[in-house]
T-cell receptor
Framework: AQTVTQSQPEMSVQEAETVTLSCTYDTSESDYYLFWYKQPPSRQMILVIRQEAYKQQNATENRFSVNFQKAAKSFSLKISDSQLGDAAMYFCAKGGGADGLTFGKGTHLIIQP | SAVISQKPSRDICQRGTSLTIQCQVDSQVTMMFWYRQQPGQSLTLIATANQGSEATYESGFVIDKFPISRPNLTFSTLTVSNMSPEDSSIYLC????????????FGAGSRLTVL
C-alpha cells in the first residue's frame, strides 16, 4: 500500500515569517503526482500546489513553493510571508488518475500574529 | 473549475438508521471519489464511482455498508447504512480533471454525527 507520511502534527510560525512543512512518501512508480491541500475550519479541501514527478523543476504558486527530492521521496511545502489566512490543516497527497489520492495525516499550521 | 454541492451539510442520526448523501457537480465528470474523514484524522478513500459501472471499493469498505449510485455524469450518492457511532465522520465527494489532470476538486463535505 502506498503511504504518505507527515511527521509534524503541528507547526507554529509568526506572521510574515517562512515555514516549511515536511512530507515523505513511498512508491515504486516512476511517474506520479504530488499535492498539497489546505483544509481550513470550514473543512473545504483547497488545492495549494501540485508537482508532477517527471518534472525536475519545483512547483511554485505565489507564496507557496515545494522542494521535491525524487530520489529521497520527499516533498516539502514552503510558505513564505505567512498570513493569518494560511492557518489550516495541510495535507500532503500522492496519486491521481483512476486511483484517487492517498493522503498523509496532516499538519496543523498555526499562525502567530 | 467544477462546483460540487453536497447535501446534507451536516446531520445528526440515530444508531441503526441509514443516510444518503448527495453529490451534484455543475459539469460532466467521468470519475467521482468518496472519502471519509474521521474526527481529527486524514482522508481515506471509500470508493471510486464511474458512471455506468459498479463502484470500486477500497479495502475495508463494502457495498452493503456504503452503497453508491452514479446514475449520470453529474450526480452521485453515498449511503451510510445501519449507522453506528463509529460512522461519525465527514464524508467528502470529489471529482478529478476539473483543475487539471489528476487533480481532485472536493465538495464541502457532509458531517454526520451518529448517536
Amino acid at each position: 500500500a502506498q503511504t504518505v507520511t507527515q511527521s509534524q502534527p503541528e507547526m507554529s510560525v509568526q506572521e510574515a515569517e517562512t515555514v516549511t512543512l515536511s512530507c515523505t512518501y513511498d512508491t515504486s512508480e516512476s511517474d506520479y503526482y504530488l499535492f498539497w491541500y489546505k483544509q481550513p475550519p470550514s473543512r473545504q479541501m483547497i488545492l495549494v500546489i501540485r508537482q508532477e514527478a517527471y518534472k525536475q523543476q519545483n512547483a511554485t504558486e505565489n507564496r507557496f513553493s515545494v522542494n521535491f527530492q525524487k530520489a529521497a521521496k520527499s516533498f516539502s511545502l514552503k510558505i513564505s510571508d505567512s498570513q493569518l489566512g494560511d492557518a489550516a490543516m495541510y495535507f500532503c497527497a500522492k496519486g491521481g488518475g483512476a486511483d484517487g489520492l492517498t493522503f498523509g495525516k496532516g499538519t496543523h499550521l498555526i499562525i502567530q500574529p | 473549475s467544477a462546483v460540487i454541492s453536497q447535501k446534507p451539510s451536516r446531520d445528526i442520526c440515530q444508531r441503526g438508521t441509514s443516510l444518503t448523501i448527495q453529490c451534484q457537480v455543475d459539469s460532466q465528470v467521468t470519475m467521482m471519489f468518496w472519502y471519509r474523514q474521521q474526527p481529527g484524522q486524514s482522508l481515506t478513500l471509500i470508493a471510486t464511482a464511474n458512471q455506468g459501472s459498479e463502484a470500486t471499493y477500497e479495502s475495508g469498505f463494502v457495498i452493503d455498508k456504503f452503497p453508491i449510485s452514479r446514475p449520470n455524469l453529474t450526480f452521485s450518492t453515498l449511503t451510510v447504512s445501519n449507522m453506528s457511532p463509529e460512522d461519525s465522520s465527514i464524508y467528502l465527494c470529489s471529482v478529478s480533471g476539473a483543475l487539471g489532470a489528476n487533480v481532485l476538486t472536493f465538495g464541502a463535505g457532509s458531517r454526520l454525527t451518529v448517536l
